[in-house]
Structure formats: C-alpha cells, structure tokens
C-alpha cells in the first residue's frame, strides 16, 4: 500500500473522469451512471489490491440481477498492462478493467496517494462512500445495501480506513 499526503476535502459529485477499457476505447465514469457503481482503484504491484479483487468480482456476481456495476480501475504504468489479464484470468475475477488512472487521479477523488482505493457511486454519479485500503466485503455491502433499500436505516460512514 502506498500513502502519502492528506485526502483532498469530501466530494459529492465524481468528476466525470476520463480512462481507457482494455480494447483501447475511452470511457468515462459518467458511464456507470443510472446505477449504484463500485469503483476500485488497484495495481498490479499491490498485494492488498490482489487480496481484494477476487472478493469484488464475488460481489459482483451477487448485486448483479440488482443492477450494480462494479469496475477496477488500474493505476498501472502502460508498461504493465500487459500482467492485468493474466492475472485475472488466473484468478477468475470477472471485473471489467479500466486503465488510465494514476496517483493523481486518486488525490483528485480525495483518497490522497493510497492503493487500493474505492468509491462506492449512487446512480447520479455522487459519492455515497470511500473506502481507503482494502475494503471488506462487509464495508461494500453496507454501502450498496443502504442504497438498494432506498437510503433507509442508518447511513453508513461516508469514509471508512482499512490501513
């Protein structure tokens, strides 16, 4: 895990940022609106990202008929692209994989310089939660829960740190 620095201040609204899928198309995180998204941030060279990803890709399975996307979003040089599908074949992580991201971005959506990082999005496009490090499968269901059963109950924190 990589920290550095303090996360930017609380934003409702994503920025509608700009990455590449694994074809090489652009997509944009505006893309996922409509529905609740999860948005994890992740590297190759991270061993707390590779613990998380086959937990997301289960997760995944399991919100699917209620209609949330989930992607993982790699903060890899281009240099090492190449390792991402291998690795999730090997792993049988079934994530759509977006490229283009950087610790910038990160800082940019107020996690500061950490991996791995996630966004839990309603489908408006507003940040619900933000988990920094790795997050449980309880942590992202607490969140997409809240929302599929209409923001009733207790609210989940809007920032949880696992580091």
């Known amino acids: 895990m990589y920290l550095c620095g303090a996360s930017a201040a609380w934003a409702k609204q994503v ?25 994890n941030f992740w590297a190759t060279w991270c061993g707390p990202c590779k613990e998380e ?8 399975a399991a919100y699917a008929r209620r209609g949330v996307k989930f992607v993982a979003v790699s903060v890899d ?19 759509p994989v977006w490229t283009g991201a950087d610790l910038g971005t990160l800082g940019r959506l ?9 966004l839990v999005l309603d489908g408006q496009g ?3 939660g933000r988990i920094e490090g790795e997050a ?3 942590d992202v269901r607490g969140y997409l829960d809240w929302l599929l059963d209409g923001r009733q109950g207790k609210a989940p924190p809007r920032q949880i740190r696992r580091y």
């Not at 107020?110 to 996630?118: D, H, L």
């Open 15 to 39: 920025p509608n940022l700009k990455f590449k899928d694994m074809a090489g198309h652009t997509v944009r995180l505006d893309s996922l609106r409509g529905h609740p998204a999860v948005v």
């Open 77 to 95: 040089q281009p240099k090492d692209f190449r390792k991402i599908q291998p690795y999730f074949a090997q792993h049988h992580i079934a994530l």
């Open 136 to 138: 449980r499968d309880a």
């Open 53 to 60: 990803l086959p937990r997301l890709s289960a997760l995944q």
């Open 110 to 118: 107020g996690f500061g310089n950490v991996v791995p990082a996630t």
């Open 126 to 128: 507003n940040v619900v």
